[in-house]
């Protein structure tokens, strides 16, 4: 009966604990939950970022081209002389996307937002004609069949031998607007909301608006991320449609809608069920390094992709390094080529631009510092957005269907957490009674300085390692099997190791003490350590000594008492 006492007495402790631990993460006050979540997700990234795509599947597959202050003022000498470019000017950088690989590639996704507003549309007629001549606008446009939903207009475009465009909106349910500039380009090419969210990277958006607000923001059954409008072009060019059942649907679909057949939405919120959490990689892509060499003439100022898991692992420990630190960065993923330097040459080859372009996924991107189009990546630090909608669409590529959901928007994760702290909790204080009972034995039998030695260190041992390796265990199960974005770990050690000192702190130190106090140094340690103690006593000192009293004349001392010596009550320094 005590023993069962005792085991309910564990069990409600550890329940308490985790309550506790569960009513301040549903709190969250001052945001201090969700700021552990970020952290223990960006160091968890930090340290396995170097282990990401092993295959380069992604990488091989996706190119980043850019404009930033710089390309800006080196196509000056082009005519580009104002900003933003021109109508004409920008169709002539994604014509030039077209033709200088020695082949299209397989889909541009545009990370500018047109809205047509604030200035003349000079050049707009020029720059929609060539955008729907490169998607083959004339054999599915007018087909309504082709515009139930932006996949759909995805597959229709592939069907009639294009490239899909895939250019940036605002959300609408962030901008209640859609420009006619907005609607020319839906009408030959696919609107993506560009929605950049940390947390959270949605693929399918439905808005829930009335029909009134969804016809008058042209929206159709659904959106589509920019990551997952350019995958769905992608997957559709494979004979496998990358094994989702819902794009081999498409593509079969396709010829008929456009002939004019009229189908429901494909159904793809089956399988991409529930926002992605971005995993961010750190191996720089060897042409990246090799095209930076030609051009500048120099290497790469990037970190070693040989820098591994264990060697990230010791720098966060120690933290030595966070986002973007250290002489070497953390350079971009994705292969990246300003657009100037496609221009110019600059030591590029014919073959270096066919790596970038031909048969590629192709974003298209600012970095101009003044914007506010920046993202906090965890292992490059602040890196434009373009790079986010690069980096998702890389994650999708590589593990398709089985990409890293993001788990808060899954289940309470904050219960999981707190199921775990409660299990960890109750075996490590079934461990501290099982040290009593050692210790009841040891003081009966006369055996406890050996039994200290040889039980307690281990037992120890046991306890704190054990609960540093279910957590360990269940953050790597829950990445690599489950496909959720990795449990605030730091947060759990804290509690639980914290809640285990505190469990212990009466007998961990004369425990850890005894298991060593027979080797001589440190007895000797410890003499010295108790000396040194003793010197630093301040309490019964002062600052001023007081003085000696003059020695009383003889006359003037009074009788002394013969009688037997009596203790001095009190010594004074």
Known sequence: M????????????????????????????????????????????????????????????????????????????????????????????????????????????????YTGQGGPNEGLDGFVTGVAAATKAQVWSRAPGCQTDPLIKIACIE?????????????????????????????VAVLAPALVNNQAYPLVIRYGFDPAKTARLDIHAFDVSPALAMYAAWCLRRADACGVAAFAQLKARAPQAIAGKVFAPADVAGVFNAPLDVVWGSRPDPDYLAMTQAVTGRAAPCRAAGSGFLTRLGEQLTGLRGPATGARQECPYALTLGYDRMVAGLGLQSGDLARVLAGRLVMVGGQFRASNDWVESPVQGEAPGVHYHAMALDNLVEDGANYRRNA????????????????????????????????????????????????????????????????????????????????????????????????????LPADILGSI?????????????????????????????????????????????????????HVQS
């Open 517 to 569: 106090e027979h080797l001589p140094w440190v007895r000797w340690l410890r003499a010295r350590l108790r000396r040194f103690g003793a010197f630093l006593k301040f309490e019964e000192d002062r600052l001023l000594s007081p003085r000696s009293q003059r020695a009383a004349e003889p006359a003037d001392q009074p009788p002394t008492d013969t009688g037997p010596a009596k203790e001095a009550s």
């Open 2 to 113: 005590a023993v069962a006492t005792r085991i309910f007495k564990a069990l409600l402790v550890a329940l308490l604990l985790a309550g506790s631990a569960y009513a301040v993460a549903k709190l969250n006050l001052f945001g201090l939950e969700s700021a552990s979540d970020r952290v223990a997700d960006g160091v968890y990234q930090r340290i396995t970022a170097a282990d990401y795509g092993a295959d380069r599947k992604g990488q091989r597959q996706i190119s980043v081209v850019y404009l930033d202050e710089s390309s800006m003022e080196a196509m000056k000498g082009y005519g580009w002389n104002r900003f933003p470019p021109t109508y004409d000017q920008q169709w002539q950088m994604f014509d030039d996307l077209m033709q200088v690989g020695g082949a299209p590639p397989a889909a541009i996704y545009a990370d500018f937002v």
């Open 159 to 187: 069907a009639a031998g294009g490239t899909p465009f895939i250019f940036a909106k605002p959300s609408p349910g962030d901008l209640d607007i859609f420009t006619d500039v907005q609607r020319r380009l839906d009408a």
């Open 408 to 507: 808060n928007m899954m289940f309470d994760s904050d219960l999981l957490k707190s199921i775990l702290i409660a299990a960890l909790a109750f075996f490590g204080i079934m461990g501290v009674m099982a040290r009593n009972s050692l210790l009841d034995h040891a003081i009966a039998t006369r055996m406890e300085p050996r039994l200290r030695a040889v039980i307690y260190g281990p037992l120890y041992l046991v306890i704190f390692g054990a609960s540093i390796a279910v957590v360990a265990g269940a953050t790597w199960l829950g990445v690599s099997l489950l496909h959720r974005a990795p449990i605030n770990w730091i947060g759990i050690y804290a509690c639980v190791l914290g809640f285990l000192f505190y469990a212990t702190r009466e007998t």
